[in-house]
């Protein structure tokens, strides 16, 4: 089983887009009025949208030409810097929205939307996340430990911890802490090294992993260790909140 896991942890990476953000308020699963007043701008500059308030792969893909025409990255993600150049003005930001990036909190729903999400081989990995696979791998099969934070056993946050600490990377203890760090990226825009977020038995973030790429990860779960596992179907597709870029 570990040599499977091993064997399909190093050829099995796969990855997405390069999208680098700051506060990806607008993408792929997005909804609401604020998103219909997104594609009525996107009309207005000419690009074919539904002014539906749905923020689908149509959308997504306006948003990304765009960017083109305005010389910004074509993530085709809204954060801020879109925001501002296609709607003329800053991107709101509510308290409760604040206090929520603060706390670790969702308003969104959980799970993947088979209909958006698209998996992509990856090109080559760099040096840096090539070493944080090379170290994560060694420890597939390091049993479950509530409070674990050494090869000895591990908490799912004390592994994600470990493992980038090794490489000179430093991140917070606590899965919810961690989802606080980095740069939010969609499901659309992930890469092997990404940090992936899942609700498990409470509100919030309570479990973190290291992303492989084609939907899989990687994480000390409390009933296989540390094991790779698919987002693409069953309890963590169901559970998926969302991911950071820290690399």
Known sequence: MKKKLYILLLTGILALGTADISMADYMIGSQGSEVKSLQKRLKVYGFKVKTDGKYNKATSN????????????????????????????????????DKNRRTGKINSRMGINDALVEWHKAGKLSDKVRAIMTE??????????????????????????YVFNRKGILLPRAADEQYLSGRK???????????????????????????????????????????????????????????????
């Open 62 to 97: 306006a948003v990304k030409k765009f960017q083109k025409r305005k010389h910004l990255d074509a993530d085709g993600i809204v954060g801020p810097v879109t925001y501002k150049a296609l709607m003329g003005k800053a991107m709101p930001e509510g308290k409760k929205a």
């Open 185 to 247: 990226v969609s499901v659309n825009s992930l890469e092997p090294g990404d940090l992936v977020f899942f609700q498990t038995y409470d509100q919030g973030i309570s479990h973190s992993g290291l992303y492989l790429g084609d939907g899989y990860f990687i994480s000390a779960t409390s009933s296989r260790g540390v094991a790779v596992a698919t987002m693409k179907n069953g309890y963590w597709h169901d559970r998926y909140i969302g991911a950071n870029r820290v690399l």
């Open 136 to 161: 994560a791998q060694k420890y597939v099969g390091v049993p479950y430990q509530f409070g674990g934070t050494t090869p000895r056993g591990f908490d799912c946050s004390g592994f994600i911890q």
